[in-house]
């Protein structure tokens, strides 16, 4: 890839747009009501827009290694809080994706460095889970499963949050947790049990 073809790129970008919709670029400076918030991975296969099929202005973006939501990261924590709090978002979304190189070194002893406490992280979701991982024989199963599993703890992470607590009792607020497979380009939906992990929740981080 070269740089300069991305500026002609978004040339041909605008040109479309505009053909579209010659109002676009105006109604997208007037500001922004998203609906979704969707926390994701960085990995450049797994694009946010593009595999929801949705465009510039529907969703709040926020991608990190391994799509984490650590409880003292203040970068995860302040897009929860100004998604959920200020833009008043209906829905946040969790999405993982098999083959994720964060969660596959999480899995392996290698000394990463720097990377180390970002991924003890998800080596945390394997201690919780260490049963059920550690019963799966096939490799890959159990990477898969661990990737499942991180999503569910991390939309646990965001349930957690003082933002979704409270936006949970004033109004209508749900929180999903899905997976990318990036072999078929699908998107699932875990269908994780809110509800019922909610009730363990408020009872060991009720804020009130
Ligand atoms: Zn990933």
Request: charged share 25%; hydrophobic share 40%; proline share 2%.
């Amino acid at each position: 890839m070269d740089i300069k073809s991305i500026f002609d790129n978004n040339k041909k970008w605008v040109a479309e747009k505009l053909e579209l919709d010659p109002n676009f670029f105006n109604e997208l400076a007037k500001g922004q009501s998203p609906q979704i918030l969707y926390i994701g991975c960085s990995d450049s296969r797994v694009t946010a827009e593009e595999l929801m099929g949705i465009s510039s202005g529907e969703a709040f973006v926020h991608r990190n290694i391994a799509n984490m939501v650590p409880n003292t990261d203040l970068n995860a924590m302040s897009v929860i809080n100004y998604a959920v709090s200020h833009l008043k978002v209906n829905h946040v979304v969790v999405c993982g994706h098999y083959n994720c190189g964060g969660v596959k070194a999480a899995m392996q002893s290698e000394d990463l460095g720097l990377l180390n406490p970002w991924l003890r992280n998800i080596r945390d979701v394997y201690r919780l889970h260490k049963d059920e991982l550690n019963a799966i024989e096939d490799e890959d199963a159990k990477y898969n499963r661990l990737v499942e599993l991180n999503v569910q703890e991390q939309c646990v992470n965001v349930l957690k949050t003082a933002d979704v607590q409270k936006a949970v009792k004033e109004r209508d607020i749900t929180v999903h947790g899905w997976v990318f497979d990036l072999h078929t380009g699908k998107l699932i939906d875990l269908k994780i049990d809110f509800e019922k992990i909610l009730e363990e929740i408020r009872e060991i981080y009720r804020l009130d």
